[in-house]
């Protein structure tokens, strides 16, 4: 039952991906980080980089990297024009792609501003046993996102499942088995 179980924070860290906000008008990383606080989550990190691949690349993978961080979410740089390049930063470092989350996006994106909404390339994964997740920059793609998908999501209490519960399995795969492997 759902009111068993307990809340389990989270660290999560937002990137904003710019060649022009700052920390004083960047809306949509406010967005995120105001939605994780109120929801009982810990800012584990927060960094705005340029339209810049290894740049980006970088930044997530050292924050995958980090104890402190179970959760990377990116705003911004997953359109089409030139200095477009979130994805293609990032998708490299999946080991798992999640297909799911970017269909379910689109899904609610769809009700709120219609066709526009094939003009992104959200997507999201895991690396490093970090869960990867590449938004819009715009204000309301990061509420959809949050609203929608990642509140319930990343909340332990949210059944039938969450990505909480599995967590502690995401790097399985490195862990050597009992017969000497």
Request: contains cysteine; glycine residues 10%; aromatic residues 6%.
């Amino acid at each position: 039952m759902a009111g068993d179980r307990p809340f389990i924070p989270l660290g999560i860290a937002v990137l904003t991906v710019s060649d022009s906000r700052t920390l004083e008008n960047d809306k949509s990383g406010d967005t995120l980080v105001a939605r994780l606080e109120d929801a009982g989550h810990r800012l584990a990190a927060r960094a705005i980089v340029p339209d810049d691949k290894a740049a980006i690349a970088d930044t997530v993978r050292e924050w995958t990297l980090s104890d402190g961080v179970d959760v990377v979410i990116t705003t911004g740089g997953t359109g089409f024009t030139g200095r477009d390049v979130t994805p293609e930063a990032l998708e490299p470092l999946f080991e798992k792609r999640m297909d799911g989350f970017s269909a379910l996006f689109h899904r609610i994106s769809y009700d709120k501003i219609g066709t526009a909404t094939i003009q992104s390339r959200a997507t999201g994964g895991v690396a490093n046993a970090t869960f990867i997740f590449v938004l819009p920059g715009s204000p309301g793609a990061c509420k959809d996102a949050w609203d929608g998908i990642l509140k319930a999501q990343l909340d332990y209490r949210h059944l039938p499942c969450n990505f909480v519960e599995i967590m502690p399995r995401l790097d399985e795969h490195l862990k050597r088995g009992s017969g000497g492997v």
